[in-house]
């Protein structure tokens, strides 16, 4: 353990991700698979953005499916756009809102056929939102369950309000997407390619979660978490502290919905409300919330499990989602990184912890 | 004037859906701190008992009398499952028990699909309850007016149960202060599982009402949860009197957002307003004065 904290055991763990992501997985899965995994290491981006809010900072966020639209629906905007200029020239409508006989293209939309500015807007606007949000929630001191029912209702509302927009695909969603950035999402080559833009995304993500946990700044942020009425009165701002973490969880659901368009082909506000929202946390909850790794590895694991499982056994599966939501957050607050600890409180004389 | 009225009607309608939905977490909640995400589907169970209890009277009118105090035995019977099973290990983890029960209404809701099914079925409504009433020159459902009239009902008992018994009376000193109710030799256990069988037995009743409205599926409870939560989080903590202003408040802003957009919207400009007010107002309309930093 001690191993891994030294910034020796930092680089070759990265370096052994790496090979694992780069190296290995390419080489020892198909084509088909390849785009599974791409698409589970998207999950394990926002999975990473939630261990630093939630684990780390003691924010329950129930509503990342938002941010993860936000980034989504952007992105397939701009796919959307450019395959319809690359069909019919520029200003021509989207195929889908030519079926659903809109004529003009919404003004909103023009901006998107800049690659540039969609990209931006993707690292912007998501983040700006959740900065707003957080500084009107948490500079009056709204947190705990309060905090996770809005993020919720959040959630609730965005899905709804893009059920009802047409120019968006309405329940539909947006779908069939043939370019990406100039390049064909039918060859396999490109397929790959995505795979590991997505792998890449991961590592950078991961390394500056890694890099805010060992800073001032990712004390501070357990500090709040832990005892923000503490942290307080030393004179730090705890609502600043708890918006970074906010945010940058928010800007990494963001990058994770725009990898994820291309890969997946469709993104529609099913896979946004609040049930999936809440969903992300589950892999979360299992790998262990406050660790660097653990979300990753449960997102990982837990999407495996919905692909293998969900489609043989769908009324099983869904039992074992409640199931493992209960038992590891009831038994396991820790996930499967705290097993030991557990096991090894078991063995010895229970001691009261100092509260 | 008639589109007015029309539209108060829907709101006070609206909002005493949401106030039934609502009352029994806000005990709960209030007092526990317990963020019942099984609620809605303890409210789903309800409408199921609804269901269930017309398949086996026949009389549409018998069964939903029988039904009111079955569907508020049955909710109330699984909430204390859940209480004495989970919910009592993780008082110390309030923000826990909300992952931890969504978990379990995973399951009740798949438990339901396997049971019943997933296309959504149907209680028919008594004879006396059909039609509509002239009120301001406005036809009211007759639906509507009973679901209103259930929603006074129950908030004026829990009032008084809260107000006039012995038990009440402990549940108000527990929400005050869990601490000083256990020393004056309150068993806060007992309360806590009363009072939880209370609260979701409400939610069971939320239930059966709703099944004179529309009909039942698998993920009822789920569509009202949220809307109650909101309902809890702008009254404040455990407050009956801000559960029913702020359900009220909340159905009326709905059914005005609605006249002049569509209920997507709706849906959002409610959010918004909410966000705003808990700017003014953090702890919610009525708060209980307390000394804790919390």
Known sequence: ?355 | MDLLVGQLFTGLSTGSILLLAALGLSLTFGQMGVVNMAHGEFIMAGCYTAYVVQQAVGDAGVSLLIALPAGFLVGGAMGLVLEALLLRRLYHRPLDTLLVTFGVGLILQQAARDVFGAPAVNVSVPEFLRGGVDLLGVTVPKTRLFIMALAVVSVAAVALVLRFTPAGRRIRAVVGNRDLAETAGISSRTVDAATFFIGSGLAGVAGVALTLIGSTSPTTGQSYLVDAFLVVVAGGLGRIKGAVVAAVALGAMQAVFETYSTASLAKVGVFIVIVVFLQLRPQGLFTLRTRSLA
Request: hydrophobic content about 60%.
């Open chain 1, 1 to 355: 353990m001690k191993f891994f904290q030294s910034r020796l055991g930092t680089w070759t763990g990265f370096a052994a991700a790496a090979l694992v992501l780069f190296g290995l997985a390419p080489l020892l899965l198909s084509g088909f698979r390849l785009g599974l995994l791409a698409q589970f290491l998207c999950y394990a981006i926002v999975a990473v953005g939630i261990g630093l809010a939630w684990g780390r900072g003691g924010m329950l966020t129930l509503g990342q499916g938002v941010f993860f639209g936000m980034g989504a629906y952007l992105m397939a905007m701009h796919l959307k756009m450019a395959d319809a200029e690359f069909r019919n020239g520029p200003g021509a409508v989207p195929d889908f809102m030519e079926l659903a006989g809109i004529r003009e293209l919404p003004a909103y939309w023009a901006p998107f056929s800049s690659p540039v500015f969609t990209i931006a807007m993707i690292l912007l606007l998501p983040t700006a939102f959740a900065v707003l949000l957080g500084l009107a929630v948490f500079k009056r001191r709204v947190k705990g369950a309060y905090f996770a029912i809005l993020s919720q209702a959040l959630a609730g509302a965005f899905a709804i309000l893009l059920i009802g927009q047409q120019s968006l695909g309405g329940f539909n969603g947006l779908s069939r997407f043939r370019y990406f950035f100039g390049y064909n999402l039918d060859d396999p080559v490109n397929q790959q390619m995505l795979y590991f833009i997505a792998a890449g995304i991961l590592l950078v993500v991961l390394a500056v979660a890694l890099q805010l946990r060992r800073s001032r700044y990712g004390e501070l942020l357990v500090a709040v978490r832990d005892a923000e009425e503490r942290v307080r009165f030393l004179g730090y701002d705890a609502a600043n502290v708890k918006v970074v973490a906010y945010a940058v969880a928010a800007l990494f659901a963001s990058v994770a919905g725009a990898v994820f368009v291309p890969i997946v082909g469709i993104i529609s506000p099913a896979s946004i409300g609040i049930v999936p929202s809440i969903m992300f946390l589950l892999g979360v909850a299992i790998g262990g919330r406050a660790t660097l790794l653990g979300p990753v590895i449960g997102a990982l694991a837990v999407a495996w499990a919905q692909t293998a499982l969900s489609e043989q056994f769908p009324s099983a599966w869904t039992y074992a989602q409640g199931l493992l939501f209960v038992l590891v957050i009831a038994l396991l607050p820790g996930g499967i990184a705290s097993v030991a600890a557990v096991t090894k409180r078991f063995q010895r004389k229970p001691v009261e912890a100092a509260a």
